[in-house]
């Protein structure tokens, strides 16, 4: 459907997290769901409604 890419990173507290941004353009409407998926780490599903109120990935512990 559409792909993106990460922003460039920001260092957390201590140096032991990382913040990346990211944004997709031109994203068509209308699917029951969509999948995100970072560095073959396995998708995570959300509603169109969800992904226009942005969402929040957590990679690692």
Same mark, same amino acid.
Do not use: W
């Given at each position: 459907m559409a792909v993106? /890419?990460?922003d460039q990173g920001v260092s957390g507290d201590g140096n032991t997290s990382c913040t990346f941004s990211f944004s997709i353009a031109d994203v068509p409407g209308g /699917?029951?769901?969509y999948s995100v998926e970072v560095a073959h780490r396995g998708e995570m599903q959300y509603s169109e409604d969800q992904l226009k109120s942005g969402v929040s990935l957590s990679l690692g512990s």
């Amino acid at each position: 459907m559409a792909v993106g /890419s990460l922003d460039q990173g920001v260092s957390g507290d201590g140096n032991t997290s990382c913040t990346f941004s990211f944004s997709i353009a031109d994203v068509p409407g209308g /699917s029951k769901f969509y999948s995100v998926e970072v560095a073959h780490r396995g998708e995570m599903q959300y509603s169109e409604d969800q992904l226009k109120s942005g969402v929040s990935l957590s990679l690692g512990s």
